[in-house]
């Protein structure tokens, strides 16, 4: 059981000495306490991380920082069933989901291993000038202190994806993981701890936004924010980051459109649109939340779909067969059944679920839900629900279809499905979203770029994008003809 801050290579107690409690959703029952970091706790870890940037790791090679990476995935990777589990506890998410997220955190620490090997070789890139008395190189050096604040929907993947391309870039890290999800992060701190990786590079502060996050955002130490989260929170951390110009990159909420037109396999669009909005209990940030189908085949599609997602299996996430697991918290739960109400009362019409399962008395359970028809205007159909609720409109044609999809305030992702490949292009291109997936929905490569458009975020994640957004370009020109300059001495 851990309940210290990891700062500077070292398990303390918090300055303050407070602890919050961690609850495990499908028992409601306290499953351990983690430190309350406040801004004493994060003054010792932006200072820890500062002096390790300006000692040796700030001129390590990419070579060597890839080892540690990979030390890391080993080290994670010996422990990923316990890992597994812990996930499924401290978030509720079933276990096969949860063996995925942690077999792709260690695949991007590996991915990044690899990208920090090649950055050696991107360094001292000449660039051709138009005047040859000049000569010109670019690097890319890391960009410091990175402050990294990360939600509760993929605990791991999501300190993953944040820290394996910092440490790649040769960045040091202050890591504050969700209040609701702390325990892997802190088992990750403890994978760098076993590992040796040198004292200051890696630092993981637990605690509330409020007390540890915010301090963080406005630390003058800190060179680079990193946010996953809601869009209310990404506002304030971009205030936080404009007072004292810091760099930041920003993954927000979504609210994205799956376009089903009427030549798609109804069989196969039900499969992806399920996995769309209920992997995960619908607490991910791209699931595509607003379902639009194309007026002549919606009745029968419609009809499938409630009959499959009756069939989902609720129940604690450890239990086999378990396909739909509790919401992470109490607050999240009375959030989403609460949006189901709004629903309700808006006129939309529910065909299924919304409630507590009459067999689950405890945990934060909830039946998965679809609304037919809510009005443009209601909350379900604009607003990010981050549950399982699927609402559904219908569509004449193309046009309109794309024309609601971009109707939305979010840009995340979106997801098109079609039997005629040059539509499926012609309205992936037209989408204004980050993420667009043809023919299903969800599926996630640490290659490929990470992030959205309008209030869905700021910058990319994952692939080269994320390593970018650690790194400084800075460019080196020498003056290299024998010719005096000649503008104020002739
Ligand atoms: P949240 O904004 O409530 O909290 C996110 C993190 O910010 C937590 O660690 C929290 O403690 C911290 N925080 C809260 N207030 C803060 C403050 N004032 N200053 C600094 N830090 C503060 O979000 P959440 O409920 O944890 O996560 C759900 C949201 O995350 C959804 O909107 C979802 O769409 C989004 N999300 C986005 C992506 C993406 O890649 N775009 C991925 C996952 C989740």
Redesign the pocket.
């Known amino acids: 059981m851990r309940d210290q801050l990891y700062i500077n290579g070292e398990w303390v107690s918090p300055d303050l000495g407070g602890y919050l409690d961690v609850i495990d959703p499908a028992t409601e029952q306290v499953l351990q306490r983690v430190a309350a970091g406040t801004e004493e706790d994060i003054d010792h870890a932006v200072r820890a991380a500062r002096r390790a940037f300006d000692s040796d790791w700030g001129h390590t090679t990419g070579a060597q920082r890839a080892v540690w990476l990979e030390a890391l995935a080993d080290e994670l990777q010996g422990s990923q069933d316990e890992l597994a589990t812990l996930e499924v506890h401290d978030n509720g998410k079933p276990l096969p989901e949860a063996q995925w997220d942690i077999g792709d955190a260690i695949a991007c620490f590996r991915y990044y291993a690899g990208l920090a090997r090649e950055l050696d070789g991107r360094q001292d890139q000449p660039l051709a000038l138009p005047d040859d008395r000049f000569r010109c190189r670019t690097r890319l050096e890391p960009i410091g202190v990175a402050g990294q604040?990360?939600?509760?929907?993929?605990p791991l993947l999501?300190a993953a994806w944040k820290v394996a391309p910092a440490l790649a870039a040769g960045a040091t890290v202050v890591l504050?993981?969700?209040?609701?999800t702390p325990l892997t992060a802190l088992e990750l701190a403890g994978a760098a701890d076993r590992i040796g990786l040198p004292a200051g590079v890696l630092n993981i502060v637990t605690g509330?936004?409020?007390d540890a996050?915010?301090p963080?955002?406005l630390h003058p130490g800190v060179d680079k924010l990193a946010?996953?989260?809601?869009?209310?929170?990404?506002s304030?951390?971009m205030s936080?980051a404009a007072s004292d110009i810091k760099n930041i990159s920003l993954?927000?909420?979504?609210k994205s459109a799956f376009i089903v037109f009427d030549d798609a396999d109804v069989e196969a669009a039900v499969e992806w649109i399920l996995f769309g909005i209920f992997w995960n209990q619908g607490?991910?940030?791209?699931a595509t939340s607003r379902l639009l189908v194309q007026d002549n085949i919606a009745a029968r599609l419609i009809e499938r779909l409630v009959e499959e997602t009756r069939k989902i299996t609720l129940g604690q996430g450890l239990e086999p067969g378990v396909l739909l697991g509790p919401l992470v918290s109490r607050g999240q739960h009375e959030k989403v059944l609460g949006f189901v109400d709004q629903g309700v009362a808006s006129g939309a019409k529910l065909l299924t679920g919304g409630k507590r399962p009459a067999h689950l008395s405890h945990g934060y359970f909830m039946e998965p839900a679809i609304f037919d028809e809510p009005a443009h205007n209601s909350i379900v159909w604009r607003e990010?629900i981050?549950g399982p609720v699927l609402c559904v409109k219908r569509f004449k044609d193309e046009q309109q279809a794309v024309q609601m999809a971009n109707a939305s305030r979010f840009g995340?992702a979106a997801a098109v499905m079609s039997a005629d490949p040059q539509r499926a292009t012609r309205v992936a291109n037209q989408l204004r979203a980050g993420i667009i997936w043809v023919n299903c929905s969800q599926p996630t490569f640490v290659e490929a770029p990470?992030?959205?458009m309008k209030h869905?975020?700021i910058g990319r994640?994952l692939g080269q994008w994320g390593l970018d957004n650690y790194l400084e370009v800075k460019q080196v020109t020498e003056y290299v003809s024998d010719q005096p300059w000649g503008w104020y001495i002739k």
């Open positions: 604040i990360i939600p509760w929907n993929y999501m504050k993981p969700s209040e609701l509330l936004g409020a996050g915010s963080l955002t946010f996953t989260g809601s869009v209310p929170t990404g304030k951390i936080a993954e927000l909420g979504g607490q991910v940030c791209s990010e981050f995340l990470w992030g959205g869905s975020g994640e």
